[in-house]
């Protein structure tokens, strides 16, 4: 009954969010143990911190939610959250959270404790004797200092200091403006910003700097009026393109790391209405947050249990970052910052309105990418260039393929030695005698033009690619331009689809297309390319499905100078496709489709 309730919610009314959030919720409780508070054990999988730490961020996660609802509702569980607060903060009980250290995983568990505080300081912080208000305080406080990374992690502390600030305790504000400083330093213009690398412009633009700035704007306004003008006119130019990363069904797309964060992609929206700022209309961000929720309640995210997995669409392993854990998917719960949103607030009386988009196509070069929508903007595709992020599992797959779509995800490596098992989905992958097989990770140099996108990469230091794309209606154009100093293997390979055993591959010389209910994905080898095909790939590593099949195209380079041309589809199962011309004339390719014409000039 809870699933099935779950699944038909379709979360506009502060009713309907409020229950999303209880059902949510629900499953985690059992996990609750009153001999081990401040502490939850939701799985077994390693991090790269420990498992008390791990259990700390479980216990703490939820918070996320639960400091919200607690605004203005009543709940059982909080009498064990605060039993839980004060052992973890008591240096002298053996369910202490420990002292902190550079780097660790306990200051970014402390955001989601301090907003709790500054949300319900009547219950929460009111309540603690004097001594329980100085371990808590002692125990966030230990934030200043340690050394953090330099990105969004800044803004934890800044709450934590805004937090203590407003119980009434000791606090930096020289710590505050120092950490404000290093993130304006990410700021690149239009609203958005990088993570602290500047080839890193994911998620945590938004669901991390931007949604931070937005709880600053809520609980700074009169402390600090004019950087919270400044932050809520940049969150309204963010919003402008943001909502660009999601189609007219409610999907996002997948893109970067932390992605089993899941409906946290859309919790920036949430913030913009809890600090009252209304850069698009209640009604068009009532809708981009309505169908979201909606579209996520009806994957498969749940375990057996109830609880959020650790995975995308299914449950999954195998993409995951080395710092999920299995608490880690309740940082999703930042989007419930709605339920602290007065019940007269406009946004409740809204309307939900469809995504509003006015062009299909959009080159953004402040967000590193290229956006393409299809003609009812249910199809939503990215085309990022220059992005890329290291010491994080599969950055390449992440962050730089040519194009991540909405509608058909993208696959991670389980393994690079055989095409099959790299899953090698929206990119080019090469290869010497068909095995260890490397694809586009960062980018030497790049360009994000009015029309296409250009990369230039190296696979190994003696081969040299140039690689242009240009999107046009319904598909994209491929141009490598290889040079290599050894003999390669090349794979071009398209968008993956759901394994389905009733629906046999087409496969017609350079041609390949594998067509299932969810669309359609088609390969064309138009010069350079020798073969078609369509493998199954290894389980477990496409994000939207657990077995896929990916039609691709192949060939095999000598030393030299060469050009590989092709045309790369994926569109849904009513969609058809217009095949362009494309024709070779000395160095200038002319490609034309519906009477429209690109043109791309050879270097070599």
Same mark, same amino acid.
């Given at each position: 009954m809870l699933n099935k309730r779950i699944k038909e919610n379709t979360f506009e009314t502060k009713e309907e969010v409020s229950r999303g959030f209880l059902d949510l919720l629900?499953?985690?409780?059992?996990?609750?143990?009153?001999?081990?508070?401040?502490?939850?054990?939701?799985?077994s999988h390693g991090t790269v911190y420990t498992e008390t730490k791990r259990e700390a961020e479980a216990f703490l996660?939820?918070?996320?939610?639960?400091?919200? $609802?607690?605004?203005?509702? @009543?709940?059982? +569980?909080?009498? =064990?959250?605060?039993?839980?607060?004060?052992?973890? =903060?008591?240096?002298?009980?053996?369910?202490?959270?420990?002292?902190? =250290?550079?780097?660790?995983?306990?200051?970014?568990?402390m955001a989601s404790l301090s907003t709790f505080l500054l949300l319900n300081k009547e219950k929460t912080w009111d309540i603690l004797t004097?001594?329980?208000?100085?371990?808590?305080?002692?125990?966030? +406080?230990?934030?200043?200092?340690? =050394?953090?990374?330099?990105?969004?992690?800044?803004?934890?502390?800044?709450?934590?200091?805004?937090?203590?600030?407003?119980?009434?305790?000791?606090?930096s504000q020289e710590m505050i403006d120092q950490d404000l400083a290093i993130i304006d330093s990410f700021y690149i213009g239009k609203g958005w910003y990088f993570d602290g *690398?500047?080839?890193?412009?994911?998620?945590? *633009? /938004?669901?991390?700097?931007?949604?931070?700035s937005l709880l600053y704007c809520r609980f700074m306004e009169e402390d600090d009026p004019k950087r919270v003008?400044?932050?809520?006119?940049?969150?309204?130019?963010?919003?402008?393109? %943001?909502?660009?990363? $999601?189609?007219?069904?409610?999907?996002?797309?997948?893109?970067?790391?932390?992605?089993?964060?899941?409906?946290?992609?859309? #919790?920036?929206?949430?913030?913009?209405? %809890?600090?009252?700022?209304?850069?698009?209309? !209640?009604?068009?961000?009532?809708g981009l947050i309505s169908r979201h929720m909606h579209r996520w309640m009806n994957h498969e995210i749940f375990t057996p249990e109830g609880l959020l997995s650790v995975g995308?669409?299914?449950?999954?392993?195998?993409?995951?970052?080395?710092?999920?854990?299995?608490?880690?998917?309740? !940082? /999703?719960?930042?989007? $419930? +910052?709605?339920?602290?949103?007065?019940? @007269?607030?406009?946004?409740?009386?809204?309307?939900?309105?469809?995504?509003?988009?006015?062009?299909?196509?959009? #080159?953004?070069?402040? #967000?590193?990418?290229?956006?393409?929508?299809?003609?009812?903007?249910?199809?939503?595709?990215? $085309?990022?260039a220059g992005q890329f992020l290291h010491f994080q599992n599969h950055a390449g797959a992440k962050y730089s393929k040519f194009v991540y779509s909405s509608q058909f995800g993208f696959s991670v490596p389980k393994s690079s030695y055989l095409y099959y098992e790299g899953a090698f989905d929206s990119c080019l992958a090469v290869a010497e005698n068909d095995c260890h097989f490397r694809s586009k990770d960062q980018d030497i140099t790049y360009e994000i033009g009015s029309d296409r996108i250009i990369h230039y990469w190296q696979p190994w230091s003696d081969v040299t690619i140039k690689s242009t794309i240009i999107p046009i209606t319904n598909c994209h154009i491929r141009i490598h331009e290889v040079q290599t100093q050894r003999m390669i293997d090349v794979y071009e390979g398209g968008f993956s689809l759901p394994l389905n055993e009733a629906h046999a591959p087409l496969i017609d010389g350079q041609r390949a297309m594998y067509?299932?209910?969810?669309?359609?994905?088609?390969?064309?080898?138009?010069?350079?390319? @020798?073969?078609?095909?369509?493998?199954?790939?290894?389980?477990?590593?496409?994000?939207?499905?657990?077995?896929?099949?990916?039609?691709?195209?192949?060939?095999?380079? @000598?030393?030299?100078?060469?050009?590989?041309? /092709?045309?790369?589809?994926?569109?849904? #199962?009513?969609?058809?496709?217009?095949n362009p011309e494309i024709s070779i004339e000395r160095n200038k390719i002319t490609i034309t489709q519906a009477e429209k014409s690109w043109f791309a000039a050879l270097e070599n």
């Open positions: 629900s499953p985690v409780l059992p996990f609750f143990q009153a001999d081990d508070p401040g502490h939850l054990k939701l799985g996660r939820p918070l996320w939610g639960l400091g919200p $609802f607690l605004t203005t509702q @009543d709940h059982s +569980i909080l009498e =064990t959250y605060m039993h839980g607060i004060k052992a973890g =903060t008591d240096p002298d009980n053996p369910a202490y959270w420990g002292q902190v =250290t550079n780097f660790d995983q306990l200051i970014v568990e004097v001594d329980e208000q100085e371990n808590l305080y002692q125990w966030l +406080i230990q934030a200043n200092e340690h =050394t953090i990374p330099k990105n969004n992690w800044h803004f934890f502390r800044v709450l934590v200091n805004v937090a203590m600030k407003k119980c009434g305790k000791p606090y *690398v500047e080839t890193q412009i994911d998620y945590y *633009v /938004s669901f991390a700097i931007h949604y931070y003008q400044k932050m809520k006119k940049r969150a309204t130019l963010f919003a402008q393109t %943001f909502k660009y990363w $999601f189609d007219s069904t409610g999907e996002a797309i997948p893109f970067g790391r932390s992605l089993t964060y899941r409906f946290a992609q859309v #919790s920036f929206f949430s913030a913009l209405v %809890f600090a009252n700022v209304e850069a698009l209309p !209640w009604g068009e961000i009532k995308y669409h299914y449950q999954n392993l195998t993409f995951a970052e080395g710092y999920n854990a299995p608490g880690s998917p309740y !940082w /999703s719960f930042k989007t $419930f +910052i709605l339920l602290a949103v007065p019940e @007269d607030h406009p946004y409740w009386q809204a309307e939900p309105q469809p995504l509003q988009i006015e062009e299909n196509l959009l #080159s953004l070069p402040e #967000s590193r990418s290229f956006y393409q929508y299809n003609d009812d903007r249910r199809h939503l595709q990215i $085309f990022p067509e299932t209910t969810e669309g359609i994905s088609s390969v064309e080898g138009i010069y350079g390319f @020798d073969k078609a095909d369509v493998v199954r790939t290894e389980p477990n590593t496409n994000l939207f499905y657990p077995v896929t099949m990916l039609p691709h195209i192949k060939g095999h380079l @000598d030393k030299g100078n060469h050009v590989l041309i /092709s045309v790369i589809s994926g569109r849904l #199962s009513d969609e058809t496709l217009e």
